[in-house]
Nanobody, 127 residues
């Protein structure tokens, strides 16, 4: 059974940084494309960033480009999200997601493309 466990959330002032990590167990991590999504109260779950299996291709939503960096360590079965220059509008629960058996044309920016999800970690950015 595949499990995803996020860590690293917390409270930070605007302009600060946080690093989220997601540890994956129960599967062959290098076979999964991985993504980060976030959900603010009363809103839908939105795409933040994704990374393909090899780590050579990454995707970001426009609002985080230049501030957030997604990376993966296939030897340690982890995917990370480095978040810099945080803004109050980045406040949300952040979820890690995994997708097995990707194919050309699969939309990794859509939550319905993912098979597995973590429980989420809260990120709160104060102004």
């Amino acid at each position: 059974q595949v499990q995803l466990v996020e860590s690293g959330g917390g409270l930070v002032q605007a302009g600060g940084s946080l690093r989220l990590s997601c540890a994956v167990s129960g599967g062959t991590f290098s076979s999964y494309a991985m993504g980060w999504f976030r959900q603010a109260p009363g809103k839908e779950r939105d795409f933040v960033a994704a990374i393909r299996r090899s780590g050579g291709t990454t995707y970001y939503t426009d609002s985080v480009k230049g501030r957030f960096t997604i990376s993966r360590d296939n030897a340690r079965n982890t995917v990370s999200l480095q978040m810099n220059s945080l803004k109050p509008e980045d406040t949300a629960v952040y979820y890690c997601a995994g997708r097995l058996n990707t194919y050309v044309g699969l939309n990794l920016m859509s939550p319905i493309s993912y098979d597995y999800w973590g429980q989420g970690t809260q990120v709160t950015v104060s102004s």
